[in-house]
């Protein structure tokens, strides 16, 4: 483990207001590259690290991610499914939904999304994703959240690209033929 993420995690550790002087720095101190947690980077999980180890995180996230440039707020959003906040994340996650930045709405349809959004917020969310070109595998809960509702917009939003002589996405056909069956 590198030096600087073990010190910091005992900082935080001892106390969480620390995070607000450490997070934006992990880029720099663990780097930024692929991790080996697919879609993830090395400082996505150094900053989720943090999260997790730090008592009460909960009550830093909202300024770490209001202050936070993208990839601090994308670890925000992938820590809430590790940060014990009940439905107090859901304003990030709604907040992140709003842009138009896909690493930000990929990492808000995680699993603290599958959750603890509302079916009607959960399936704008997989739609905003599918819109955005952002591949539905990447969309958390969508085997155990998908109702008739979120295939009757799948199928309007598939109506629509093929009467615009447009393709559907790929992954998006398995969801339709899947509830004919």
């Given at each position: 483990?590198?030096?600087?993420?073990?010190?910091?995690?005992?900082?935080?550790?001892?106390?969480?207001?620390?995070?607000?002087?450490?997070?934006?720095?992990?880029?720099?101190?663990?780097?930024?590259?692929?991790?080996?947690?697919?879609?993830?980077?090395?400082?996505?999980?150094?900053?989720?690290?943090?999260?997790?180890?730090?008592?009460?995180?909960?009550?830093?996230?909202?300024?770490?991610?209001?202050?936070?440039?993208?990839?601090?707020?994308?670890?925000?959003?992938?820590?809430?499914?590790?940060?014990?906040?009940?439905?107090?994340?859901?304003?990030?996650?709604?907040?992140?939904?709003?842009?138009?930045?896909?690493?930000?709405?990929?990492?808000?349809?995680?699993?603290?999304?599958?959750?603890?959004?509302?079916?009607?917020a959960y399936r704008h969310g997989v739609l905003k994703c599918v819109f955005m070109g952002i591949p539905l595998a990447?969309?958390?809960?969508?085997?155990?959240?998908?109702?008739?509702?979120?295939?009757?917009?799948?199928?309007?939003?598939?109506?629509?690209?093929?009467?615009?002589?447009?393709?559907?996405?790929?992954?998006?056909l398995p969801l339709l033929t899947e509830q004919d069956a």
């Amino acid at each position: 483990m590198n030096a600087w993420l073990e010190k910091a995690l005992h900082d935080v550790a001892h106390d969480a207001s620390v995070l607000r002087t450490l997070f934006p720095g992990v880029g720099r101190r663990v780097g930024r590259g692929p991790s080996e947690t697919p879609g993830w980077t090395v400082d996505d999980v150094a900053r989720v690290r943090l999260l997790q180890a730090a008592p009460d995180a909960a009550a830093e996230l909202p300024d770490l991610y209001r202050y936070g440039d993208a990839a601090e707020k994308r670890a925000v959003l992938r820590g809430l499914s590790v940060v014990d906040t009940g439905d107090a994340g859901l304003d990030l996650v709604a907040d992140a939904l709003r842009t138009n930045d896909p690493r930000l709405v990929t990492a808000a349809m995680g699993e603290y999304a599958a959750t603890h959004l509302a079916d009607s917020a959960y399936r704008h969310g997989v739609l905003k994703c599918v819109f955005m070109g952002i591949p539905l595998a990447e969309v958390a809960g969508l085997d155990r959240r998908t109702d008739e509702e979120l295939v009757r917009m799948m199928r309007s939003f598939a109506a629509e690209r093929t009467a615009a002589g447009r393709d559907v996405p790929a992954d998006l056909l398995p969801l339709l033929t899947e509830q004919d069956a």
